[in-house]
């Protein structure tokens, strides 16, 4: 599954990590935050596994870094409260201050939609149910609905 990290562009050219970190330190850092974001247990957790923790020689190696300069950035980072390393794994301190708002504001948009009366031909992929509604999940496997039309004659969105 794809995801999407939010970097503010005026924030890294002005921000503390242009402060904190010489130019290396910012890339891993940076992808520090972009392993964090693929976490395989939970968002903004650098884990194989609950309970577990990568190696930093695994870390440098799927970084293609040096074990000094990782060592030397975690430090640092710890130093500076970006980070905390236990036997999880290492946790980025205020992880929601680096995602997009996107996650955040979905519930939101969904209401706004249903008290707009915006209908949507949806599917389920798992069981095949189909309806114009506004649900995300579908009601009879609870599965999520994906949207089911194309672009017809003008632009206008036509079900399948």
């Known amino acids: 599954m794809k995801h999407w990290r939010k970097s503010w562009s ?12 010489d130019a290396a330190q910012r890339g891993v850092w940076n992808d520090l935050l972009d392993l964090a974001d693929i976490s395989r247990v939970k968002r903004g957790l650098i884990s194989p596994a609950s309970g577990q923790a990568y190696t930093h020689e695994y870390i440098a190696g799927i ?15 710890t ?15 205020n992880w929601d201050k680096y995602q997009s708002d996107y996650d955040r504001q979905k519930p939101y948009r969904e209401r706004a939609k249903v008290a707009r009366g915006d209908l949507v031909y949806k599917k389920c992929t798992e069981c095949k149910y189909k309806a114009k509604t ?20 003008h632009g206008h969105m036509v079900k399948d």
């Not at 130093?79 to 301190?93: A, S």
């Open 63 to 77: 970084l293609n870094i040096s074990i000094e300069l990782l060592e030397d950035t975690i430090n640092l980072c």
């Open 79 to 93: 130093k500076k409260k970006r980070i905390i390393e236990n036997g999880n794994g290492i946790e980025i301190i």
């Open 10 to 21: 005026y924030d890294n050219i002005f921000g503390s990590s242009r402060f904190d970190f």
């Open 134 to 153: 506004t649900e995300i999940d579908c009601p009879e496997c609870g599965k999520p609905l994906v949207k089911d039309y194309k672009a017809g004659a």
